[in-house]
């Protein structure tokens, strides 16, 4: 496609439940990167990918946050056992490959509310 | 490691007016440098990028921004405010070494307020 899709829109989990959010990247585009968006606007970089394989994965609470690119099928960010401060909007993005290509393009994000 | 300012937290505008919003980096090289634009309850929007050659770049909705190396900005303009960009807006960064997968590091925003 010619957009990044998220889904769902909006989730709510109660503590200590799993939530999993899904990102499929524009097609043809080699990177896909996550991101955190917690209130006062401030964005967090959690991981990203070069097509299957991990790129990055510095900005990632590994003990509950785990991420997967698989071949034909939708980029994953899966949170176990998920805290009241993992309430944010998590914003997948892709970008083509390097230098002039390298622009992300941002998903409309996954709202995850944690009661 | 790269960092982003956005000094102003909040700007309001008149309908009509001229815009500038602020944005200045710590970087060792020359960056990529982006601006996004973030509607309420919606996701990112490129305006615009700079990657290297003219420093006044053109974006769309009639946004244009300038790269400052002197000054490590690369503020964002347009001469007529309307009311549809009411917005927050994002300045970002991404090292400009040309390799791929390099992570954004963003400002806290900006929002922008107009007035009719």
């Known amino acids: 496609g010619e957009e990044v899709a998220q889904t769902p829109k909006h989730l709510v989990r109660g503590e200590g439940q799993k939530a999993k959010l899904y990102c499929a990247p524009i097609?043809?585009?080699?990177?896909v990167f996550w991101y955190q968006q917690v209130l006062k606007n401030e964005f967090k970089f959690l991981i990203s990918f070069q097509n299957e394989n991990v790129f990055d994965e510095t900005g990632m609470p590994k003990e509950r946050f785990s991420a997967k690119c698989l071949p034909n099928s939708p980029c994953s960010l899966e949170i176990q056992a998920t805290k009241l401060e993992d309430s944010a909007v998590y914003f997948c993005?892709?970008?083509?490959?390097?230098?002039?290509?390298?622009?992300?393009?941002f998903g409309p994000g996954t709202r995850l509310l944690v009661l | 490691a790269q960092s982003v300012t956005q000094p102003d937290i909040h700007i309001t505008v008149s309908e009509g007016a001229s815009l500038e919003l602020r944005c200045n980096y710590s970087y060792g090289a020359t960056p990529y440098l982006f601006w996004y634009v973030q509607s309420p309850g919606q996701g990112l929007q490129l305006l615009l990028k700079y990657f290297s050659g003219d420093t006044l770049v053109q974006g769309i909705k009639g946004f244009e921004a300038e790269f400052k190396r002197s000054q490590s900005s690369f503020n964002l303009r347009k001469p007529s405010v309307h009311w549809s960009d009411a917005a927050e807006y994002f300045c970002?960064?991404?090292?400009?070494?040309?390799?791929?997968?390099?992570?954004?590091?963003f400002g806290g925003g900006t929002r922008l307020m107009v007035k009719p």
């Open positions: 097609k043809g585009h080699s990177y």
């Open positions: 970002a960064v991404a090292p400009g070494d040309n390799n791929a997968g390099n992570m954004l590091t």
């Open positions: 993005a892709s970008s083509p490959g390097r230098g002039y290509q390298e622009t992300q393009y």
